[in-house]
């Protein structure tokens, strides 16, 4: 079965391939073989396989001759069909070959490697390595990708449960997407959010449940001058000033704060160091010193000091 | 093609569709065109199919005839000796042009690769770039709402030391911070691949302290040199499977239970947890294993009230000595 239908849509697509005009379906029917012959049958099955075809990315045009029959006809445009000439040096080969690899088992990785076939099949040999052993791979857990990407590659908006930070319950939002994002593993999705009129972003994670569309594609349109990226680099610039904190840090301990240490003394007691460290958010900061207990000491400034010992109270609450 | 890859293509191909083999077919000819001719076997392996398949394939592509208005077969091709050869191919002798997937997920790969230090040059990537965009046309429009944006921390001459001693074959000795354990250690490693996983670099290879493949963050290498002795990765040692998540529990892992609070829930996003359950009172119960009962004591200081440890009860004993241990030198 499977075997017959694709040797009729091969059939197919070198018929129309190879026309110099618009085909009527009657023309299709008599030149493809493996058509029923009923022609309401054979309508149907055509239907489909227009479909298939399209689905593929195969531009099926619909059009009338001139002064020829008064019924549409069918052919593919070859210019619209052909990827246009490509040719890669090798070490552009290379650097092809492994972006192919990068969406190793994610979501795209069927994609990638029909680009990739494509990219063969016009003459590229993208299978040398020139550099051995390094291996970028860019992942896709989250059950929310595949929708969100589809939503932001065809314009259409969306609603979805979004479990926010510091939340216990989820709330529906609706969103007009622009883009998706990945920032330190994580997938992020940014558009304008359409009860709250403006522009946010949400963790693909904290996701909640389906992800549904809530127009036809074409619906969204990303207001000019948008920048996904930089929307995602912006974050970084609203955290505060950094400023120094003077800490004692308990000799041949500390080192995850040591190491950004702008300078570091002996301390007036044996087995202990007065290192001084920027910081820019006190409370991820405290966290932080907590966690390395009582080989850390604050010493200034005064907030810092009272967030840590507000985070050990909070241990032993 | 390596072993990984046709696997790949093997698992991903599992099942194909009549869909998924009208697009082989119509990239087989122009692949067989672009090269004039081209071995049986070579091509098996570019598309990922037995010699078999191939012959199938072949023959179909021969057999395709339109019969009005009048009968021809529009493929002509030959297989003999092993070589491919095709002689008329009306209209098929071009690839189809690139989907929007197939172009978005090319260009945003590569310019993820731009971004990354590992990737030496930049040109080819740039060059890379700029003709497969002019290929695609508007297919590969959406790809600029797609970002990637990798650590930018690590230091330019850890890259270039790792990348070197892979390129060379060379033993590594570095400087490693272990933050679990809030140590820095000296050891030598045999690199085997540089990784970039989840947004950070990595290290793989054998390390000779642990006598085991090891990830090492590039991030926390604190020094590094490249060795005069070359690298000696033993036969048995194992790629780790970055693909199901980085740090993967074992059973003999140390199992804890946290109770977390609103601002305390990102540990469950955070950390890969065996249980999450929703408490009445609107906390989170988290279940996890742990290899490092250091990283949990850690953990919980960190959490404050945001998250409370409440198994294993030495653990959660110890967690409270250390806090107030902590709290003496404030006073």
Redesign the interface.
């Known amino acids: 079965m499977?075997?017959r239908?694709?040797?009729r849509?091969?059939?197919l697509?070198?018929?129309l391939?190879?026309a110099r005009k618009y085909l009527t379906a009657a023309?299709i029917r008599?030149?493809?073989?493996g058509y029923p012959e009923s022609f309401d049958a054979f309508k149907r099955m055509f239907e489909r396989d227009k479909d298939?075809l399209r689905?593929?990315?195969?531009?099926l045009e619909t059009g009338m001759n001139p002064g020829g029959e008064e019924e549409p006809g069918y052919r593919i445009p070859?210019q619209?069909?052909?990827?246009?000439?490509?040719?890669?040096?090798p070490?552009?080969a290379?650097?092809?070959g492994?972006?192919?690899?990068?969406?190793?088992?994610a979501e795209?990785?069927?994609?990638?490697?029909?680009?990739?076939?494509?990219?063969?099949?016009?003459?590229i040999d993208a299978?040398d390595m020139t550099?051995?052993?390094?291996?970028?791979?860019?992942?896709t857990?989250e059950a929310a990708f595949g929708p969100l990407?589809e939503a932001?590659?065809d314009g259409r908006p969306v609603t979805f449960g979004y479990l926010a930070?510091?939340?216990?319950t989820q709330q529906q939002r609706r969103l007009e997407p622009?883009?998706?994002?990945?920032?330190?593993?994580?997938w992020y999705v940014v558009g304008q959010d359409t009860d709250r009129r403006e522009q946010r972003i949400f963790r693909l994670?904290?996701v909640a449940g389906p992800v549904a569309f809530t127009g036809p594609p074409g619906s969204v349109t990303?207001p000019p001058g948008t920048d996904?990226?930089g929307a995602?680099?912006d974050w970084d610039t609203g955290s505060p000033p950094p400023r120094n904190c003077l800490l004692?840090i308990r000799a041949g301990?500390?080192?995850?704060l040591r190491?950004h240490a702008v300078s570091v003394r002996p301390d007036g007691e044996p087995g202990w160091d007065l290192v001084e460290v920027p910081f820019s958010e006190p409370g991820w900061w405290s966290?932080?010193i907590?966690?390395?207990?009582?080989?850390v000491?604050v010493l200034e400034p005064t907030d810092l000091?009272d967030a840590v010992?507000?985070?050990?109270?909070?241990?032993?609450? | 093609v390596t072993a990984d890859a046709a696997a790949d293509r093997a698992a991903v191909s599992d099942r194909p569709t009549a869909t998924d083999r009208l697009q082989r077919l119509l990239a087989l000819v122009p692949y067989v065109v672009s090269r004039n001719a081209v071995g049986m076997a070579e091509t098996a392996a570019a598309f990922g199919i037995t010699e078999r398949e191939l012959v199938d394939d072949l023959n179909m592509l021969w057999c395709v005839e339109l019969r009005s208005p009048d009968p021809y077969c529009p493929i002509d091709l030959s297989y003999e000796g092993g070589e491919i050869v095709v002689s008329e191919a009306e209209a098929m002798d071009r690839p189809l042009r690139l989907g929007v997937d197939e172009a978005c997920a090319l260009l945003v790969a590569l310019r993820m690769l731009a971004d990354l230090p590992a990737i030496g040059d930049g040109s080819a990537l740039s060059r890379t770039i700029a003709k497969l965009e002019a290929a695609a046309g508007s297919a590969g429009n959406p790809s600029a709402q797609v970002a990637v944006q990798v650590d930018d921390v690590t230091g330019e001459s850890v890259t270039a030391h790792v990348t070197d001693a892979l390129g060379r074959g060379r033993r590594l000795h570095i400087a490693y911070y272990v933050p679990g354990r809030d140590e820095a250690t000296e050891r030598d490693v045999d690199p085997m691949r540089l990784l970039v996983v989840e947004g950070r670099s990595y290290l793989e290879g054998w390390c000779r302290r642990a006598g085991a493949v090891r990830l090492f963050r590039l991030d926390r290498i604190l020094s590094i040199d490249v060795l005069d002795v070359g690298a000696e990765v033993p036969a048995g040692a194992e790629h780790k499977d970055v693909d199901s998540g980085l740090f993967r529990p074992s059973p003999q892992d140390v199992l804890v239970t946290f109770e977390l609070a609103a601002a305390g829930r990102w540990v469950a996003e955070y950390y890969p947890c065996e249980q999450i359950e929703e408490l009445p009172d609107g906390r989170l119960r988290v279940l996890l294993r742990t290899p490092d009962p250091q990283l949990v004591r850690r953990l919980a200081l960190r959490l404050g009230e945001d998250g409370c440890l409440v198994a294993p009860a030495e653990l959660v004993s110890q967690v409270a000595a250390d806090a107030a241990a902590a709290l003496a030198q404030y006073e």
């Open positions: 499977s075997r239908k694709t040797e849509l091969l059939s697509v070198v018929c391939l190879s023309q008599d030149a493809v073989p298939e689905e593929l990315g195969i531009p070859r619209a069909y052909e990827l246009p000439d490509i040719r890669l040096e070490d552009e290379a650097v092809l492994l972006a192919a690899r990068v969406w190793r088992r795209l990785a069927g994609a990638a490697d029909g680009a990739l076939l494509k990219l063969r099949a016009a003459g299978e550099q051995p052993g390094i291996e970028p791979r860019l992942q857990g990407w932001v590659r930070p510091g939340r216990s622009w883009g998706v994002v990945n920032r330190r593993g994580h994670s904290r990303v996904v990226r995602v680099r004692r301990a500390g080192y995850g190491r966290e932080h907590a966690s390395f207990g009582a080989d000491v000091r010992i507000g985070r050990l109270k909070g241990v032993l609450a």
